[in-house]
Each structure stands twice: as C-alpha cells, then as structure tokens.
C-alpha cells in the first residue's frame, strides 16, 4: 500500500477486524462514514455470495458502528459460499472495514 500512496494513488483508509466488539471500538474511533464491511475471504464474488447460516452478501455499506457491528457479527466465524469456494465455502475470520468512496472515482 505504501508503494502506491508513493506515487499519489488515492487509497481508502480501513481498518480490519476480527470480531463484533472489536469493529464496534474501532469505528467509533474513525474518522469516516459511511463504511464498507467486507468479509475477508480468499474468493471472488464475496458481494454476491451467502454465508452457510444464511446472511446474503459480503460486503455491506453501512452507517453506524453498531449497525457494522450487527453485520460482522453475522460474517465473523462462518463460511461464504460464492461461485469460486464450491458448496463448502471459505471460512470468514475477518472483515475489512473500508472508507466508501465514489466508485466513478475508485
């Protein structure tokens, strides 16, 4: 990451997470909103796919500290199913929380 800040490349800030609390303490420390909470798992597709205890989505926009709260408590210790995990999935035990940015300027 440093390399490109180097060169000027625009980079959101975030932060990483490895449970509900932890994501709550650190957003309410942080400078930007809204959020995004994406689930840290080593496949494409994460925004469209389904953890195995049935919540939509790996990545959400959110709001508030608690609200990105809620949602990794649902991704944190379960496993997102997408096209490229198969039908075990890939276990999420962490989650990105990223600055929303404008993706026309992404």
Sequence with gaps: MNHL???NVPIPQ?????????????????P????????????GGRGKGTFH????????IVKTPSEAA?????MIGNRLITKQTGAEG???NIVMLAECVDTAKE
């Design 70 to 74: 809620a949602i990794t408590s649902k």
């Design 5 to 7: 800040k180097k060169f």
């Design 32 to 43: 930007f909103s809204p959020v995004v909470v994406k689930a840290q798992v080593l496949a």
């Design 14 to 30: 975030f932060h990483v997470s490895k449970s509900a609390l932890e994501t709550e303490q650190q957003l309410k420390k942080c």
């Design 90 to 92: 890939k276990p999420c």
């Design 53 to 60: 205890n049935g919540f939509q989505g790996g990545v959400h």
